[in-house]
């Protein structure tokens, strides 16, 4: 039986936006709503942006009076597919696709926004491209996006809300409204980045010098320089790093990742600043940039794990640095009393303050909503 109110996908909208909006358009909160349409199916456990399995697509179709040609169109995997080149898993993380990091109903991040937007929309929703790893500003604003509630820093969980919430442009947990944000500016070099990765995406040609690449392959040079500013940001004195900054290449500051998360997990920031690197890395021209590593006499085995193929498209110019052979891999085990490094512990850290964000039950109180107790002995004379 078809809905009484319905509901229409609006132009870019992710499925999982539509979906929250149908439930608070019927009078209930999503989790109700995906429980009547697919009763053995938690659907909240998964990331529902990426795809609707075809097999459960006719209770949806019924229900909402929508072709199921209209929600396959709304999913990530086609342009996902586009980015990598082949056929993607149901699960594990996706490259270039933002991850929730689900536990149950409970999500880390993933979800990103752009308060301008919602703020102009007559009905808030969230737009598929802000899924997409290398969106950190708005194509339409300029302002950068927010991927977490700007007051109580909770990620954006719409799935969340419950019936009299009403719109989805609030934060889940504090009800802090996202149109009311105050807006900044992103990083001028990871915006040109996004420009130039959706130009490609949308079929434009990917340059490669004075050649043309397939879209594959340039996100996967991509991918591929990320890891290289990576790897350069925790070895500041390194080769690799004193090349780059020969470059004026910004590879150390307070805003690269130190928990060792997946570019996917990483918070906008953090993306920002790997994406600034890069852009600056392809602007300044590949085969110059190559040309740096040259002079300082990079390794091969510092820009890339062995055991893995870097990109075709970059193997001529890798077959001029020199080569350092050595035997299998072997991670080289730690005495037990030996404390952990400094930068180990910034990792630990980093990921234990991502999940406190998630999961308010982790976070510690203030010391002054904790009960005080005084004890007192009485000694007697």
């Given at each position: 039986m078809t809905w009484a109110l319905s509901v229409p996908l609006l132009p870019e909208e992710s499925l999982s936006s539509w979906l929250v909006r149908a439930a608070l358009r019927q009078g209930c909160d999503?989790?109700?709503?995906?429980?009547?349409i697919w009763p053995t199916w938690r659907i909240w456990t998964r990331d529902i942006d990426r795809e609707i399995p075809l097999a459960r697509m006719r209770p949806l179709v019924n229900a909402s009076g929508i072709s199921s040609a209209k929600f396959q169109k709304a999913g990530m995997r086609d342009d996902c597919e586009k980015v990598v080149g082949y056929s993607l898993p149901e699960t594990r993380t996706w490259?270039?696709?933002?991850?929730?990091?689900?536990?149950?109903r409970t999500r880390h991040g993933g979800q990103q926004v752009c308060t301008l937007c919602l703020a102009e929309d007559s009905t808030p929703y969230l737009r598929r491209h802000w899924r997409f790893a290398w969106?950190?500003?708005?194509r339409f604003h300029g302002v950068q996006l927010v991927d977490e509630c700007p007051a109580c820093k909770a990620p954006i969980e719409p799935h969340r809300l419950s019936a009299e919430d009403q719109h989805l442009a609030q934060c889940s947990r504090c009800y802090e409204d996202f149109r009311q944000a105050v807006c900044t500016s992103p990083l001028p070099e990871a915006f040109r980045f996004q420009v130039l990765a959706d130009r490609v995406l949308q079929g434009e040609r990917a340059g490669f010098g004075s050649?043309?690449?397939a879209v594959a392959d340039w996100f996967s040079m991509a991918s591929f320089l990320v890891g290289i500013m990576r790897r350069a940001s925790r070895r500041p004195s390194s080769p690799l790093s004193e090349a780059l900054l020969s470059l004026g290449i910004p590879i150390v500051n307070n805003r690269m990742p130190i928990s060792g998360l997946a570019f996917e997990l990483l918070p906008i920031s953090e993306r920002s600043a790997l994406l600034t690197a890069v852009e600056r890395f392809m602007a300044i021209g590949i085969e110059e940039a190559f040309g740096a590593l040259v002079a300082f006499n990079v390794k091969t085995s510092?820009?890339?794990d062995?055991?893995?193929s870097p990109?075709?498209?970059l193997l001529p110019l890798l077959s001029r640095l020199s080569h350092h052979p050595h035997g299998p891999h072997c991670r080289r085990v730690q005495p037990d009393h030996r404390p952990a490094s400094e930068r180990a512990v910034r990792a630990s850290w980093a990921r234990l303050k991502r999940r406190m964000k998630a999961e308010p039950s982790l976070r510690i109180p203030p010391y002054r909503d904790r009960p005080f107790r005084l004890n007192v002995t009485v000694y007697s004379g």
């Open positions: 999503p989790l109700s709503l995906t429980g009547a490259p270039w696709l933002l991850a929730l990091g689900s536990r149950n969106h950190t500003g708005c050649s043309s690449i510092a820009l890339f062995p055991r893995k990109p075709v498209a």
